[in-house]
């Protein structure tokens, strides 16, 4: 078993910084989310931790032993791929042991063991004999991965391995995923765009920006407390609400809190509507657009007189009607305060001086 560590990671293909000086320690077991946009650098990340693909700088390390030069047959890691292929000509047990054979050089016996033991864990016993034609796509999903865990790799790396399977498979997988990593006591490394399949999969997730990590931490973490407007803008359904103060001192807040520089970036659903807001409120005004269902819950969507288009959730039973003007407020401590310019949070508007009181 082995954790993984990455120090100064860097990757660019010309003009292209794929992969910005990326430091990260992935412990022993655990599973680690690379969540970002289409393009962040995930893929190339992994593919360099594999050994597919060589980093210009910087390092890569097992157990604490650099993998530098080591190909990736003789690496301690396991890739699932997106678009996996499997032979198309052979059942899921071949298709299985073939990896097996060939890639770490088992006998056919001891192959066809590993095979059986790992789809008994994955409780795909009864689709060994198939081959892929006769399988859905969640089966031949199922089976792609029963390949790369085969390997009884330490460490295992999925690129994106649920993108294509419809909403419910897709939540089903995650979970079956997690728990075989865990099981295995593999350690695991997703690169995935959906932050639904961070949040369920990961012990900890590595928001990815330009090839930068913009945050590392529990989701719970990266939910509470976003270090910067992109990972507030990319947590969260819907999106944090991110109002930013003009150099004239004013937002969505009026001239309430009109220190210049900063964004204030509030949850849908650390806003209620009031009919008149507690002195330290937070409030803000605005008319109702979009009335969207949500569970138990509706998510409406209102347009303040600064322009900003605001979210806030509320019960089906006190939900405004489209049209109407409404005010909603949060509590200070849900109000974050971040640097315009950098995209950092400076704090919460509870401990941020803001200059309220003083006029813009
Ligand atoms: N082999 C390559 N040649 C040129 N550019 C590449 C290559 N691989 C990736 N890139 C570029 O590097 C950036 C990161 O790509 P990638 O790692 O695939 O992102 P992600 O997996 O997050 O979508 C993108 O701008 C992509 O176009
Ligand atoms: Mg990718």
């Not at 945050?215 to 939910?223: A, N, R, S, V």
Request: aromatic share 4%; glycine share 12%; charged share 20%.
């Amino acid at each position: 078993m082995a954790g993984v560590e990455l120090h100064g990671i860097r990757k660019t293909f010309g003009d292209v910084v794929a992969v910005d000086n990326v430091d990260l320690e992935i412990h022993d077991g655990e599973n680690l989310a690379v969540l970002g946009p289409s393009g962040s650098g995930k893929s190339t990340l992994l593919r360099i931790i594999a050994g597919l693909e060589t980093e210009d700088a910087g390092e890569v390390r097992f157990g604490g032993v650099s993998q530098k030069g080591v190909p990736p047959h003789l690496r301690d890691s396991a890739i699932v791929f997106q678009h996996f292929a499997l032979y198309p000509h052979l059942s899921s047990l071949e298709n299985i042991t073939l990896g097996l054979r060939h890639g770490i050089g088992l006998g056919k016996k001891e192959a066809e063991e590993r095979a059986r033991d790992i789809a008994e864990r994955m409780q795909v016993q009864h689709l060994l004999s198939r081959k892929p034609g006769q399988m859905s796509g969640g089966q031949r999903q199922r089976i792609a991965l029963a390949r790369a865990l085969a390997r009884r790799s330490s460490i295992v790396l999925l690129d994106e391995p649920l993108s294509g399977l419809d909403a419910q498979l897709h939540a089903v997988l995650r979970l079956e995923i997690a728990q075989l990593l865990r099981s295995v006591g593999a350690t695991g490394i997703n690169v995935t765009h959906d932050q639904l399949d961070a949040m369920a999969m990961a012990d900890r997730i590595a928001v990815i920006n330009h090839g930068r990590i913009e945050q590392l931490g529990t989701p719970d973490e990266l939910y509470e407390t976003p270090a910067t407007l992109f990972v507030a803008s990319f947590i969260g359904t819907p999106p944090m609400n991110l109002l930013p103060v003009t150099d004239a001192g004013e937002s969505s807040f009026g001239a309430f809190a009109p220190r210049t520089g900063v964004t204030y970036g509030v949850r849908a659903e650390d806003l209620a509507l009031v009919g008149e807001p507690l002195a330290d409120d937070w409030s803000l005004s605005g008319v109702v657009g979009l009335v969207e269902p949500a569970g138990r819950d509706r998510v409406v969507q209102m347009t303040t007189a600064h322009g900003d288009a605001v979210a806030f959730r509320c019960g089906p039973a006190e939900t405004p009607a489209p049209g109407q003007r409404v005010t909603v407020a949060a509590r200070p401590e849900a109000v974050h305060v971040y640097d315009t310019a950098s995209g950092g949070r400076l704090g919460n508007a509870r401990t941020v001086d803001l200059g309220i009181g003083v006029a813009a």
